[in-house]
């Protein structure tokens, strides 16, 4: 089973910085994260037909596609890009969201959908900036899934 593409469908700059981190981390992504940054005032047609030929190039293969901001231009021409085909769409892309996606780029497109929306948010905490040794003890919430995915 081929792994599955992901596309990173955001503003300028951030799909192409995003894709750098992720090359940074995983070099042998290179052909399983595409990036399309959207420029201001872009024809929306345009930006479609752009995210159309990029997954063109590659057949028909499952794609998660990631933008940053629901409602936003790079949103709803994913929504158009998305509909018909083999893939999802997710919102709110993060580094951690992209580097767990890359990870387990392997896995079918729905448990991918899941291992991203884990990444997304077990990527968002607050760090304290005291010492560790001074911090309080974090009691085990047997419910909470601490551990990563």
Known sequence: MPSTRILLLTHAPLAHA???????VFPDCAADVLAID??????PADTLAAARIALEQDGDRPTLVMTDVFGATPCNVAQKLVDGVSAKLLTGVNLPMLLRTVCYRQETLDALVT????????????VAITAPQNQRQRRHDPNSRDHQQ
């Open 18 to 24: 995003l894709r750098q981190c992720a090359l940074h």
């Open 38 to 43: 959207v420029q201001p005032n872009e024809n």
């Open 115 to 126: 291992r991203a929306l884990n990444g997304a948010t077990q990527g968002i905490m607050q």
